[in-house]
């Protein structure tokens, strides 16, 4: 029983949360949409969505009631608004970052250190 548990769990609250810090102020990214998809027979099918508070986080991106299950899924960081209400060109408008979920019974969080040219991300806890 714990086996399939694993397999198809029902997602907490937090299984999947974001961060995304401007390098350019050394300061949160308030008001960054952000995307939530899973790819399902070779298509990528929305999930949730949210907007970074004023901490630059999402703490509970994956919705509730929805099996959070082994798979690909991507989160889309939309930050073309987020840089245009800086009045800043944005040469990156949306990130799109790709990951795997190989053990759907640990949580997931996706930082993502943001400037006008470049940005990182990576798998944080």
């Keep these: 029983m714990l086996a399939l548990a694993g397999a198809n769990a029902w997602a907490a609250p937090d299984s ?3 961060h995304v810090l401007d390098q350019n102020t050394g300061q949160p990214a308030v008001g ?3 995307d939530l998809e899973r790819k399902i027979d070779h298509r990528w099918r929305g999930l949730g969505t949210g907007v970074t508070d004023r901490d630059g986080r999402i703490k509970a991106l994956f919705p509730a009631g929805e099996p959070f ?23 990156f408008p949306e990130i799109v970052v790709p990951f795997m979920v190989e ?10 250190l943001l400037s006008r040219y470049g940005y990182t991300v990576y798998r944080g806890r």
């Design 69 to 91: 299950v082994d798979g690909e899924y991507r989160v889309v960081f939309h930050t073309g608004d987020y840089h245009g209400k800086a009045k800043a060109a944005a040469f």
């Design 16 to 18: 999947l949360s974001v």
């Design 32 to 34: 960054v949409h952000v």
């Design 103 to 112: 053990d759907a019974n640990q949580r997931y969080h996706i930082p993502l």
